[in-house]
C-alpha cells in the first residue's frame, strides 16, 4: 500500500512523535509511506534521518497546492494535523485519494463549528485519539473511531540522567516533574502554586518543568520570582526525548486544562514513575482504573496533596504504578495502533 502521511507543523511534540512512530510502523509491515510536512521542520529532519521519501512545502496555499499535486499517486493520505486536513478536505474535492484524519486535540467546538462539519465530511474516516478528543465530531454526526497513540520502548541511558542531576546539582533531591510547552491549556500556574506548598512542607523537594516557551511563558517566571521558588521550581526548557530523563523523578504531573490524551503521561507510567494529574480531556481516560491519582482542573491545593501523599507514601501507590505500567505496555503498543490504522486504510482502499 502507498501511504502519504500529512503534517503540518514545524515543532517537535506529541503529534509529530506519533506521525513518525506510525510511519515506521508501517514501514516495518512492508508498506511504501512518505511525508508531506512543513518546509524546514524538526518532523522533516527526524524523517529524513530514518530513510522516509520528505515531499516538504511552506505554508498557506502552496502546502494544499503541493498537496494537489503529489495526492493521486497514494493509496491513501492520512492527515495529521488540523491545518493538515483542511488542505486534504479541499483537495479531496478534485482528487478520489480516500482521506483519514487523526483528531489530537479535546478542545472544545466554538460557534460557527458548521464549517467544521462541512470540512470533516469530505473526510473519509476520522479517528480520535482518545474518547475525548473524539466527542466533537461524534456530536456533529460523524462517526469516529478511537485508536490511541502509542508508547515506544524507551532506551534507558543513565549517563545522561546523571549528567542531568550533576549539571542542575540535583543530586540527593527528590524530584517532582512534568514535561509540557509553557502555554496556558497547559496551566503551568497551577502547577505552580501546587510546588510552593509542597516545598513549604518539604525541604528536600524540587519541581522541574520541561518545555518550550510559550504564551504562558512571562507570567510563569513572575510567578516563580514572586513565590521564591527560583532554586525549587526549574524551567530548564524544551529537551530532546525528554522521556529519557524520568527516571530522576518521584513524581510526574500534569497540569493542563485540555488534554486529549497525555503522551508524556504514557512515558512516565511506562517507566513506573507515579503520576498525579488534572482530569482534563483524555487524561481522565488514560488514568482510569486506578493508573494515577486525578484531581480538578486548576485545584491547586488538591494538586499538592496528592503530590505530598506520593511522596509520603510511596508503598501504598506502589500497586497504582504497577497497574499503570502493566496497561500500558497492553493496550497503548506500536504495533497496536500500526494493525488499527491498517484496518481503516483497507477498509478504504481497493488494490
Not at 506529541?14 to 518546509?39: F, I, N, S, Y
Not at 500556574?189 to 513549604?200: G, Y
Not at 485540555?258 to 504514557?266: D, I, K, Q, R, T
Request: aromatic share 6%; proline share 3%; charged share 20%.
Amino acid at each position: 500500500m502507498r501511504i502519504l502521511q500529512i503534517n503540518t507543523e514545524k515543532s517537535w511534540r506529541g503529534g509529530e512523535r506519533q506521525t513518525l512512530l506510525t510511519m515506521q510502523a508501517l514501514r516495518e509491515k512492508g508498506h511504501q509511506v512518505d511525508l508531506l510536512c512543513a518546509r524546514g521542520g524538526e518532523l522533516a529532519a527526524r524523517a529524513k534521518a530514518a530513510g522516509f521519501k520528505v515531499l516538504e512545502a511552506g505554508s498557506g496555499v502552496s502546502f494544499g497546492f503541493r498537496l494537489l499535486l503529489v495526492a493521486r499517486s497514494y493509496d491513501v493520505a492520512h492527515a495529521q494535523t488540523a491545518k493538515a486536513v483542511t488542505w486534504a478536505a479541499l483537495v479531496r474535492l478534485a482528487v478520489s485519494t480516500p482521506l483519514v484524519f487523526t483528531k489530537r486535540t479535546s478542545f472544545v467546538l466554538k460557534r460557527g463549528h458548521w464549517k467544521t462539519r462541512l470540512k470533516w465530511q469530505q473526510v473519509d474516516r476520522v479517528v480520535a485519539i482518545s474518547e475525548a478528543a473524539a466527542s466533537g465530531p461524534r456530536a456533529l454526526g460523524i462517526e469516529t473511531r478511537v485508536i490511541s497513540s502509542a508508547v515506544p520502548a524507551i532506551e534507558p541511558s543513565p549517563g545522561r540522567v546523571k549528567a542531568f542531576l550533576d549539571t542542575r546539582n540535583l543530586q540527593g533531591r527528590r524530584l517532582v516533574g512534568t514535561a509540557s510547552a509553557l502555554s496556558f491549556e497547559k496551566d503551568p500556574l497551577t502547577l505552580i502554586e501546587a510546588a510552593a506548598t509542597v516545598c513549604k512542607t518539604l525541604d528536600d523537594v524540587t519541581f522541574v518543568h520541561w518545555g518550550a516557551d510559550e504564551q504562558a511563558a512571562q507570567v510563569a517566571r513572575e510567578r516563580i520570582a514572586q513565590l521564591g521558588l527560583q532554586t525549587r521550581y526549574l524551567l530548564v526548557g524544551f529537551e530532546d526525548s525528554v522521556e529519557q530523563l524520568y527516571p530522576v523523578l518521584s513524581v510526574f504531573v500534569m497540569a493542563s486544562r485540555f488534554e486529549a490524551l497525555g503522551s508524556s503521561v504514557l512515558d512516565a507510567m511506562q517507566q513506573k514513575i507515579p503520576v498525579v494529574s488534572t482530569d482534563a480531556g483524555g487524561l481522565k481516560e488514560t488514568l482510569a482504573n486506578g493508573r494515577g491519582l486525578l484531581v480538578a482542573v486548576g485545584d491547586a491545593q488538591a494538586m499538592a496533596s496528592q503530590i505530598l501523599m506520593v511522596l509520603g507514601r510511596p508503598t501504598l501507590v506502589a500497586p497504582m504504578v504497577q497497574q499503570a505500567f502493566e496497561d500500558v505496555q497492553k493496550h497503548y503498543s506500536v504495533n497496536a495502533m500500526a494493525e488499527s490504522y491498517l484496518e481503516v486504510y483497507r477498509d478504504l482502499v481497493v488494490i
